[in-house]
């Protein structure tokens, strides 16, 4: 048998030793995402959460009614 | 001696320090991980050759072994953070032990099921209830418990200090892992990498299982990296160097 056919079938053993390599590269390539994806979500909620801290100092300060002096 | 070192120790505490750390040392940790992890399976599944009793049956050894330790190794550092946490209520403290629990999960998730893989060619079965996978699954369930738990509270603090106590309090199990297949007679095989000593093995296949040994330590420093910053950015939210990094990333 030729170098790269043994590669492949891994002497008959090919059903059990390329699932194993395969559940070790998903797992961790999950491992490797969940993070940056809830990285991203974490700053645009912080993102928005400032906008609407911005817009809701803008209100307050464009409204005429003179607010009362704070203590 | 001067005390610089605790000074240092201090400053590295404190989350915007640990973040820019931990930023500039993450890609060279994942770096380092892919190219010894791609060293180690060039030489596991092409160079070393098949074993005599096993075949090829037997190349799961490369990620299998490695992973094994690191669910070991990661618990005892969770450990170590957890009784930090405890002790001396450091923020960071507590970052590090309740994010190392993912990592080490994944990495006991991927022992048991290659082991599943590798036992039944070898075995005739996928599970059996013997003391050496019985004592891994059991490590599943706590990395699984402190998760669960650390999630269960409304204060994220609080949290963590439960969790950070269930964690020590499974430390027990850790020596249990490790020795199991010498205190009790097992299906799983004795330890094939002997530190003090003549390991089971030839050096064609050892030295591809002692790469992959090294690139998973650093997979975990990175992963872990990347999990701490991004925790402290959900956790100093209000924090000015949060918003200013918030700002800074939507700029395109």
Do not use: C
Request: cysteine-free.
């Amino acid at each position: 048998m030729s170098a790269p056919q043994t590669f492949f079938t891994m002497g008959g053993y090919a059903a059990y030793v390329w699932p194993a390599y395969a559940v070790f590269f998903i797992v961790l390539i999950a491992d490797t995402v969940a993070p940056r994806l809830r990285r991203r979500r974490v700053l645009r909620e912080l993102r928005a959460r400032l906008v609407r801290q911005q817009a809701r100092q803008d209100r307050a300060g464009s409204n005429s009614i003179p607010t009362p002096p704070s203590p | 001696m001067s005390n610089w070192i605790p000074l240092w120790l201090h400053k590295l505490g404190s989350p915007p320090t640990f973040y820019r750390f931990a930023g500039a040392l993450q890609p060279w940790a994942m770096t380092l991980a892919l190219l010894l992890g791609a060293i180690a399976l060039y030489g596991g599944l092409v160079l070393a050759p098949a074993d005599y009793q096993q075949g090829d049956a037997y190349r799961i050894i490369f990620i299998h072994v490695p992973s094994a330790e690191m669910s070991m190794f990661i618990y005892a550092a969770m450990g170590v953070a957890a009784f930090i946490a405890l002790v001396w209520r450091i923020k960071l403290a507590e970052v590090v032990a309740m994010e190392s629990a993912p990592i080490g999960a994944a990495f006991t998730f991927i022992t048991l099921v290659t082991g599943s893989l590798w036992g039944k060619p070898m075995w005739g079965t996928w599970w059996t209830w013997d003391a050496r996978l019985t004592s891994e699954l059991v490590l599943l369930f706590l990395y699984l418990g402190v998760i669960g738990l650390y999630h269960a509270f409304e204060d994220r603090r609080q949290g963590a200090r439960a969790a950070a106590f269930l964690a020590i309090i499974g430390i027990i199990n850790v020596p249990i892992v490790h020795f199991s297949v010498n205190w009790w007679n097992t299906l799983h095989q004795g330890s094939t990498i002997n530190v003090f000593g003549q390991s089971k093995m030839s050096w064609d296949m050892l030295w591809p299982l002692l790469t992959m040994m090294l690139a998973t330590k650093f997979y975990y420093a990175a992963s872990l990296f990347r999990r701490a910053r991004t925790d402290l950015l959900a956790m100093e939210g209000g924090k000015d160097w949060v918003r200013k990094i918030a700002a800074d990333e939507a700029k395109p």
